[in-house]
């Protein structure tokens, strides 16, 4: 089995900043790309940024220039830091990652629980 488990999130004001943090444990033989998702109230969920595991990284539109993902592979650890945070980034933060099972032996995608964001004055 494999735990992804998110901390960071919280309320801040516009043009604040906040970091995320993932951490993956379990039976883990190796992760692939790891990823943030956003659903906000509804809304679908949407990909906010992923990175490989090479560290090649992609963003979604509209947080290119603010939020910046990054992994170290050591700790299977992801993060955001995200910066000048709008209203339109309220939403509940969730972290993906594509990971080889030691028991399975095959490729599943896993999920956190979600972080919840707020920015608000």
């Known amino acids: 089995q494999v735990q992804l488990v998110e901390s960071g999130g919280g309320l801040v004001q516009p043009g604040g900043s906040l970091r995320l943090s993932c951490a993956a444990s379990?039976?883990?033989?190796?992760?692939?790309?790891m990823g943030w998702y956003r659903q906000a109230p509804g809304k679908q969920r949407e990909l906010v940024a992923s990175?490989?595991?090479?560290?090649?990284?992609n963003y979604e539109d509209s947080v290119k220039g603010r939020f910046t993902i990054s992994r170290d592979n050591a700790k299977n650890t992801v993060y955001l830091q995200m910066s000048s945070l709008k209203p339109d980034d309220t939403a509940v933060y969730y972290c993906?990652?594509?990971?080889?099972?030691?028991?399975?032996?095959?490729?599943?995608?896993?999920w956190g629980q979600g972080t919840q964001v707020t920015v608000s004055s």
């Open positions: 379990g039976s883990i033989a190796r992760i692939n790309a």
């Open positions: 990175i490989s595991s090479g560290g090649s990284t």
């Open positions: 993906n990652a594509h990971v080889l099972g030691l028991r399975t032996i095959r490729w599943d995608d896993y």
